[in-house]
T-cell receptor, first 112, second 117 residues
Framework: GENVEQHPSTLSVQEGDSAVIKCTYS??????FPWYKQELGKRPQLIID?????GEKKDQRIAVTLNKTAKHFSLHITETQPEDSAVYFC???????????FGDGTTLTVKP | DGGITQSPKYLFRKEGQNVTLSCEQN?????MYWYRQDPGQGLRLIYY???????QKGDIAEGYSVSREKKESFPLTVTSAQKNPTAFYLC????????????????FGDGTRLSIL
């Protein structure tokens, strides 16, 4: 089955700096890659997703890039703010799989 | 407000006891999922269902059971066979396309925290 590895497990940055979280996947048939943000004590929420027919997607300070050849995708957060502090999960799924495989999460801390 | 409701928020289990976690959604989503979240281990899939009266085992189904009698409801029972049930349990749902493609975002509930007495 699919295996998703996420790095780093913890990341600390200064406010205003950029943060990058990387995920690798094993199944070349995977074609949908969402990112979820989970604030402390709250539910995970989708922040951005990308499908395999594009290489990059951007939404304000958040961007995701996909390299299908290398089977990895990354989340980029620019101009980080303290409210960006949370656990971020990547996931991968393929058509008709009925399920997604999640990475182990990255705890991002943005220091004021 | 459309969404997913999990109850209770906190649950305590005695030795040898089965407990049931509730998950209800009014999003009209076909697919529903149960995940277990332990510190540092991400979200591990317990069971999932794409249609009423049908469900599949996930990666860690042992010691758990589910039912899907109604589209909007997907309760999870943690049985006495689950020897380490202390965890945070998350329910989610998503749209399925006509082709049964599951590649749609998942919407999560607020979770249930289960502890052993």
């Amino acid at each position: 089955g699919e295996n998703v590895e996420q790095h780093p497990s913890t990341l600390s940055v200064q406010e205003g700096d950029s943060a990058v979280i990387k995920c690798t996947y094993s199944d070349s048939a995977s074609n949908y890659f969402p990112w979820y943000k989970q604030e402390l004590g709250k539910r995970p929420q989708l922040i951005i997703d990308i499908r395999s027919n594009v290489g990059e997607k951007k939404d304000q300070r958040i961007a995701v890039t996909l390299n299908k050849t290398a089977k990895h995708f990354s989340l980029h957060i620019t101009e980080t703010q303290p409210e960006d502090s949370a656990v971020y999960f990547c996931a991968a799924s393929k058509r008709n799989a009925g399920k997604s495989t999640f990475g182990d999460g990255t705890t991002l801390t943005v220091k004021p | 407000d459309g969404g997913i409701t999990q109850s209770p928020k906190y649950l305590f289990r005695k030795e040898g006891q089965n407990v049931t976690l509730s998950c209800e959604q009014n999003l009209n989503h076909d697919a529903m999922y149960w995940y277990r979240q332990d510190p540092g281990q991400g979200l591990r899939l317990i069971y999932y269902s794409q249609i009423v009266n049908d469900f599949q085992k996930g990666d860690i189904a042992e010691g758990y059971s589910v039912s899907r009698e109604k589209k909007e409801s997907f309760p999870l029972t943690v049985t006495s066979a689950q020897k380490n049930p202390t965890a945070f349990y998350l329910c989610a749902s998503s749209i399925l396309t006509m082709a049964g493609n599951s590649n749609q975002p998942q919407h999560f509930g607020d979770g249930t925290r289960l502890s052993i007495l």
